[in-house]
């Protein structure tokens, strides 16, 4: 069993490995989050709750000079997580909407009297497969 030191210095280095994922991805955090599509946030490394929520800690282990650039990275980093959230909460719906449409368009092609062939015709056509 590990002691509580050798826990929290093990959480320290899995976070500032995360840390260095993020500022790789975002390009040493200047990438401008208010222009990205929701597909250009949900390309970047999620940020995650339990992350967020680890950072205060990292106070504990960084030299003093060191506060303001931690800050400020955990502010663009919560910046991050809440416009990823957004974005994830759109392509859920977006997603929801499409199983609907196909579900429907199943039933459609199930309940047709038409020919298979006929069927599979319209399908391509309805996604433009032709």
Same mark, same amino acid.
């Given at each position: ?59 504990? /282990? ?5 506060? #303001?650039?931690? +800050?400020?990275?955990? !502010?663009?980093? =919560?910046? *991050?997580?809440?416009?990823?959230? /957004? ?5 859920? #719906?977006?997603? +929801?909407?499409?199983? !609907?449409?196909? =579900?429907? *368009? ?14 599979? +015709? ?9």
């Amino acid at each position: 069993m590990k002691n509580g030191k050798t826990a929290f210095a093990e959480s320290v280095s899995a976070w500032t490995s995360v840390l260095s994922q993020h500022r790789y991805e975002t390009e040493d955090f200047k990438t401008e989050l208010h222009t990205l599509t929701d597909a250009g946030l949900l390309n970047l490394k999620p940020v995650t709750r339990s992350f967020l929520d680890f950072a205060p800690r990292m106070f504990a /282990v960084v030299k003093p000079q060191h506060f #303001v650039e931690l +800050r400020l990275a955990i !502010a663009y980093l =919560a910046d *991050l997580y809440e416009r990823q959230s /957004v974005a994830m909460e759109r392509e859920l #719906v977006r997603m +929801r909407r499409q199983t !609907a449409e196909q =579900a429907r *368009l199943i039933k459609f092609v199930q309940n047709s009297p038409a020919s298979n062939d006929e069927k599979i +015709r319209f399908v391509k056509d309805f996604y433009g497969w032709a």
